[in-house]
Each structure stands twice: as C-alpha cells, then as structure tokens.
C-alpha cells in the first residue's frame, strides 16, 4: 500500500492521540528518578571523553562505549588521525575496572551503538567503518555484519550503521541509519532475511533511524530522528513495525516536537524514548503508546535501561555518562 506523506493509517491516528493521555505510574519501585552522584567513578587516568552508547549486563557490569579517548579532532566524530574508539568495564557500584579489547577484528573507528543480548554477547556498530560486530563476553569476535571500510546498500553492506537489536528468536535487526534509511534484518547466524524503509516521512520511511528495540509482543520500535543537529529539525518520531517490517503506529509527543535519540523497552513493557530536543526522557506504555510519566533535563546521544526500569543510563558528548535511578 502506498501512502502519501500527509496521510496515516488509522493506528498512528489513534496512537498520536493517545500520547495525549498519561496512564497512572506504574512503578517498579516507588519515589521518582533522581541522579547517582559521582557515578561512574571519575579517574583522570581513564578520561572518557565522548562516551557514545553504553549497556549493563547480566552481573551488573557496565560496558562504556568512548568514541574518542580525549577529545574527537572532527568532533564530536573522529578524525582520520585519531587513536580508535575503546570499551571502558565498570563494575555495579560504578568503579573502573579495566578497558575491555577484543581479542580480533581490530577495534572501532567511529564507535556508535552497543548492545548486549540475553546471552551476553556484545554487540557493536561502526560508522565509519560500515560494520556490526557480535562478541563474546571475553572479546573474541563471533561475527562480523557488512564489509569493513565498504559503504553500500546491499544484502551484505551497510552505510554508516547506528544501531542493532537481538530479538527474541536471536535473529538482528540493523538501523541502516545515517548513509541509508532503512531497517535489515538477519537471521541469527547472519543471513539476510529482508530490508524495509526508505528516505522520507511516510509511514515505514526514515530520515536517520538511530536506535531500535523490541517489546514483549516482538513489535520492532524504530527511533526516527529527523536529521543532524545542523538541519535544525524538530519533527522526528518513534515508529512501531511487527518483524515482518509491516508499519503499525508511530508515536510523537503532541506538541509534534521531538528528536528521538535511543529508545528502550524494560521487563513490563514501559518505553523510553530519549528526547534530545526537549531534553527529556519519554515513559510510555510500549504497546497502547500513552505516556506515563517523563524525567525532565535528561537526554543524550545513547541511552539503555535496566529490565526492571528502575535504573536509565544515558551517553553523549553534552550528557557524559548519566545513571538515574528510582527513589527506594
């Protein structure tokens, strides 16, 4: 079906108006969120710089994801020149421990996104260098998705990939994001499967899809963000698909104002949706897409959160590195 841009099916209509509706808290622990101070711990022997995405695992452990280790020659993005990206290990309480190296494949260009998936593989993305990579805990490299250094656009290449998400049958959706608007999808071992979307405004299309997640009834949620900060646009939006790549809803709040960086999904099915433009974080109900509750002076460039939602963490270059948690 080929819909115009001023045109929406009738679920984005409904899920639009809804956001104008806030559905009681539903907490997993009570009090609001509020910042852990001097979290992580702060070494000047370990500076972090740009700190571009960050994920927590099984054990509590965080993974930091820096860009640059001082400060980006081209920032916020690396100069031909520039040492490589590198994985800063923090323990629960926030202290460093170590830098965590992968063990082959080389290290990061222009380091984006990192995941961990419920095995705790980790997971990242290169722009620069056009590359998802999968590794074990211990930094061997597993799997490696697109060509290194090879910007394209087929069932094998990417341009300049933002973001992933392990879904539930293992399978990996890529947000094909800043050279390419389009989502691909792969089979667990890394066989192509199909890609969807295009440059533009319409349901399915992206302007620079930038992060991805999965809720508990499989639906693939797509950040939209409108463009760089240069174009100055203000008009991005959170768009729900089902894994086939089928356009369901889309989501923005009713202001129309929104530039969605990274969005999440915890254990009970709340959505958060980091919101550069009103420097704030969404709380929605993932599958009716009403609002439950924001944190308000909170945004970045990366954020995850905990599955009980009681912990957000949030990177980038303006944010640093953020842990807000639930009042016990």
């Known amino acids: 079906m080929v819909w115009s841009r001023f045109r929406r099916p009738l679920a984005a209509v409904v899920a639009v108006a809804a956001a104008m509706i806030c559905e009681p808290r539903v907490s997993a622990a009570e009090g609001p969120f509020e910042p852990v101070a001097s979290w992580p711990e702060a070494l000047e022997s370990v500076p972090i710089a740009y700190p571009t995405w960050m994920d927590i695992d099984a054990k509590g452990l965080l993974y930091l994801f820096r860009r640059c280790p001082i400060q980006c020659s081209d920032a916020p993005h690396p100069g031909p020149n520039d040492p490589p990206g590198s994985v800063l290990l923090y323990d629960a309480n926030g202290k460093y421990l170590r830098e965590w190296e992968p063990k082959s494949g080389g290290k990061w260009k222009e380091g984006h996104a990192l995941q961990i998936d419920r095995h705790g593989f980790v997971w990242t993305t290169d722009v620069m260098l056009h590359t998802v990579k999968k590794y074990s805990a211990d930094g061997t490299l597993l799997m490696t998705l697109g060509k290194q250094g090879v910007a394209g656009e087929t069932n094998d290449t990417f341009n300049k990939p933002t973001n992933l998400v392990v879904a539930d049958d293992d399978s990996i959706f890529v947000t094909d994001g800043y050279g390419n608007q389009r989502v691909v999808h792969f089979t667990k071992d890394g066989k192509f499967i199909k890609a969807w979307g295009k ?105 995850n959160v905990s599955p009980s939602g009681d912990d957000i963490y949030v990177t980038g270059s303006k944010a640093g590195v953020r842990r807000y948690s639930r009042r016990r």
């Open 199 to 303: 440059q533009g405004t319409g349901p399915g299309e992206f302007r620079i899809p930038h992060g991805i997640a999965q809720d508990s009834s499989g639906r693939i949620i797509v950040a939209d963000r409108c463009g760089l900060g240069s174009s100055g646009c203000t008009d991005g939006r959170v768009q729900v698909f089902d894994t086939n790549g089928r356009y369901l809803a889309e989501w923005k709040p009713p202001s129309g104002v929104l530039v969605p960086h990274a969005v999440a999904v915890d254990s009970s099915d709340r959505l958060y949706v980091d919101d550069a433009q009103n420097n704030k974080i969404w709380i929605l109900n993932a599958k009716s897409l009403t609002v439950i509750e924001t944190i308000e002076g909170l945004s970045g460039h990366g954020m």
